[in-house]
């Protein structure tokens, strides 16, 4: 149970950390609208940059996770 509850923490760690990931992933696109104001497709289109920025976020952080995870076995093996 300790295990489902530390998985489960880690889980919306990683839905926090992702925000400023879409975020980021998104602005650096430069996306700018062709007239004054963004279009219906537009808007689409920057959504979906956040979204998928948003899943690279999540992925990044578990990755981050595993790769401290093995570093910290491989450090306590080694003593």
Do not use: H
Request: include cysteine.
């Amino acid at each position: 149970m300790k295990i489902l509850a530390r998985e489960l923490i880690w889980f919306f760690i990683a839905l926090i950390l992702a925000v400023p990931v879409a975020y980021l992933f998104s602005y650096s696109m430069g996306l700018e609208p062709e007239g004054i104001t963004l279009s219906t497709e537009e808007e689409v289109f920057q959504l979906e940059f956040f979204i998928i920025g948003y899943c690279i976020g999540i992925v990044c952080t578990y990755i981050m996770r595993i790769v401290i995870w093995a570093v910290t076995t491989y450090l306590i093996n080694e003593d």
